[in-house]
C-alpha cells in the first residue's frame, strides 16, 4: 500500500510537471459503430476513452498511456482471432468492459500484457476467451475484480484464467475465475499477491510452476479437479484459502511437490479426494489448517525434509492419513495436531493426550481392499470391529504417529457472534424441550 | 382409542423401564456431546462425533423401543389383560393403534429430554454444535423410534410369553443393527463388481437402521462419506427419486407391522378361545 501510494505520489508530480504541456488530457467518448482501434490511434498519451455500450467488433493494441473505460454493456468482440485486447504501453488502464471471442491458439487472450509494467485491468468481464488475461514478461501490474470464463468445452482445449509468464511483482485481488483450464498460472514468475480471487469448475485452482515467492491469501478455489498445484517453486504462502469439493478421483486439495520453503497456513481443506498431499517437499511449515471430510486427509509420498507440522485438525477424513515415506514427524516436538478418531486421555492437562496417535486403523488398511467397504463408514458393525482390532496392539503397525495429539481442536478462526447466538437458541429449545417431556412423563403417570 | 392410547401411557411412565432407558440414552447423549464436541474448529459436518452420536441412536432406540412395545403387548397377553380388553366392544383397530400411540409418546418424551439435556450441556460447555444438526438426529430418532415401536408390536402380538418376546427382540435387534452390515459385506466379496451398487442400494432398504443412517449421513454432507466408488449411489440417493424412495420406504417400515399386527390380532383372538 504505502508502495502503491508512492507511485501515485510520483505520477502526480509528474502530471504537475507536464500540466503545461499536457493541457489536452481529454476524455474522449467511443459510440457504436466507430472504432476504438482509431480512437486510440487519434489519442495522446494520458487521455481517457469512454466506451459507450454498444457491441464492438474489433481487436485492440493498446500501445500508449490511455485509460480506456467502458459503460454498462460495452462489449468488445474479437470475432474468435487472436487477442482481443493487447496492451504493449505501461500504465494503462482497462476498466469496465466485457470482452468475448478470441482465437483459440496457445496465446490467445482476452487481454495479453506484454513487456508492459503498472497497468491495471479492473472490473471487467472477460468471456468466451482462450487465456482471460495473459501476462508475459512484466511487472508490477494490477488485475482486480475481472470475472473471467472460458468457452464451453473439455478444460483441455481451454486456456487459462489468469497466466502470468516470467516477470513479477503482480497484485490479483478479487477476481472471479469459472470454466477455464487453470483459474490462475504462475509460470516462472516472482513477487505475485493473490488475495480474495475466487476459481472454480476448472482444472486446476491454481497452478504454480518454477515460481517464487508468490503469496496467496483468503482465495476460494472449489470444484475443480485439483485446489491448488505446486510444483517446483520456492517461498510460497498459502494462508486462509478455502479449498473445497475436489471429488475427482485423481483430485487433490493442496499438492505440493518438490516444493521448498512452503508455510501452509489456517486453511480450510474440505471434501476433498485427497485434502494435503506432500512430495520431496523441503522446510514446509503446515500450521492451523483444518482438513476435514476428505477421502484422504493428508498423504506424505517420497522424502519430505526438515518439516514443521503441527496443531492441524483432523476432522472426519474417512482416511486419515497415509505415509509412504520416512522422516515425518506429525508433531514439532511440543505440540500435535487434533485427531478426531483419537481415543485417549489426557491426565496432566496441558491438552495434550498422554498416548501417541498412530496413524492407519485395522478399517484403513481393509478399505484399501474393499473400497466398497467404505459404504459402512463408521456403522455400528465396523465400530465393533475396528475396536475389537484395536484390542490386540500387534495389528496396529504403522510407524508414524503424533507424539503430542491435542485433545482438543486447535483454535483456528470463527466467528464468535454465530456461536453466542446458537448457544442462546440450545438453551432455549434444551430448557423447552425437557420441560414438555417432564410434564407428559409426570401427567402420563396419573391415570385421568 | 384415545383411552387405550392414555392407558398405555400411564402402564409405561409408571414402570422403572422407561426410567432406566431414559436415564441411560440421555447420560450417553450428553456424554457424547461433551467428550466428543469439535466445536471449535468451525467444521459442523459429518465428523466422528455424530457418527458416535448417531451410532448411540442406531443402537439404542431399536432395542429401546422393540424391548418396550413387545414386552409390553406380550405381558398383557400373558397376564390376560389383552383379552379382557378384546371383550369389550373395541376393534382391533383401535386397541392396536391406541397402544402404538401410547408407546409412541413415552418413546418421544424419553428422546425428547436425553436430546433436551444433550443441547443444554452443549450450552454450559460453551461447545458450539449446530443445532439444526441435533434437530435432524431428533427427527430421525423419532423415526427409528416409529418403525421400531410398530415392529414391536408383530413381535409382542406373535410371542406366547415375555420371554420369548424378549428373545425375539434381542434377535432381530442384533440381526438388524450388527449381522446385517457383515452379511452384506460378506456378499459383496462373492458377487461381481457391476452387481455391487445395485445390491448395496436394495440392501438399504431392506433394513430400517441402514435406511435411517444412510439417510442421516447423506443429510449431514452427502458425497464424500461413501468415497469415490460410491458417488452414483450417492448422487441418486440424494436426489429426489432417493428422497421420495425414503419416505415411501419409511411410511412402508411404519404401516405394515401395523397393519399386519392388526390382521393377526383379529384372527390370534379367534384362535385363543
Known sequence: MHKLLRRIGIIILLLFWFVPIDTSANNLKVEDGQSIQRAIDQAKAGDTLLILPAVYKESIVINKRINLKGEKGAIIDGGGIGNVIEINASNVTVQGL??????????????????????????????????????????????????????????????NGIHMFKGSGHLLNGNKITAVQDGIYYDFTADVKAIENHVHESRYGMHFMFSKNISAERNRIDKNVTGLMVMDSADILLQENSVTDHFHVRGFGILLYETENVVVKGNEILRNSTGLSLENGVNLFINKNLIAANQLGIEFVGKNNKNLFAENNFIGNVVQSRISGEDWRLDDGFRGNYWDDYSSFDLTGDGIGEEAYKAGSLYDRILRKQPYWQFFFESPSVKLWTKAGSLFPSFGSAEVYDARPLIEPAEIHYSAVEQNRVNWLSRVIGIVSMAISLFVMVKGRKYR | MRHIAKQQITLLMRSHWLTGFGLLFSSLAVM????????????????????????????????????????????????????????????????????????????????????????????????????????????????????????????????????????????????????????????????????????????????????IRVQSILSLDGATVFGPRLYDLTIWADGVTGKTLFIFAFLLWMLLPVIFSVYRLKRGVADEE
Open chain 2, 32 to 211: 457424547v456431546t461433551f467428550l466428543g464436541n469439535t466445536g471449535g474448529s468451525g467444521f459442523d459436518g459429518f465428523n466422528r462425533m455424530t457418527a458416535s452420536l448417531l451410532n448411540i441412536n442406531l443402537l439404542l432406540i431399536p432395542l429401546l423401543s422393540l424391548l418396550i412395545g413387545s414386552l409390553f403387548l406380550s405381558g398383557e397377553k400373558e397376564d390376560r389383560g389383552l383379552l379382557l380388553l378384546l371383550t369389550y366392544p373395541v376393534s382391533p383397530w383401535s386397541v392396536i393403534i391406541g397402544k402404538y400411540i401410547g408407546l409412541f409418546v413415552a418413546v418421544w418424551s424419553v428422546l425428547t429430554f436425553g436430546y433436551g439435556a444433550a443441547l443444554l450441556v452443549i450450552f454450559f460447555s460453551g461447545a458450539g454444535v449446530s443445532v439444526s444438526l441435533l434437530f435432524l438426529f431428533y427427527l430421525y430418532s423419532l423415526m427409528l423410534a416409529a418403525i421400531f415401536l410398530s415392529l414391536s408390536l408383530v413381535i409382542g402380538i406373535f410371542a406366547k410369553s415375555r420371554f420369548q418376546a424378549l428373545g425375539i427382540s434381542l434377535i432381530i435387534w442384533a440381526f438388524l443393527v450388527l449381522f446385517y452390515e457383515f452379511l452384506i459385506m460378506g456378499l459383496s466379496l462373492l458377487l461381481w463388481k457391476q452387481w455391487l451398487l445395485p445390491m448395496l442400494t436394495v440392501s438399504i432398504f431392506l433394513n430400517p437402521i441402514e435406511l
Open chain 1, 98 to 159: 466485457t470482452i468475448q471471442n478470441s482465437g483459440s491458439a496457445q496465446e490467445d487472450s482476452g487481454i495479453l500484457i506484454k513487456k508492459a509494467d503498472g497497468n491495471r485491468i479492473e472490473n471487467n468481464t472477460l468471456k468466451d476467451v482462450h487465456n482471460g488475461i495473459y501476462i508475459a514478461n512484466s511487472k508490477d501490474n494490477q488485475v482486480l475484480k475481472n470475472s473471467i470464463t472460458s468457452y464451453q468445452s473439455h478444460f483441455s482445449k481451454r486456456g
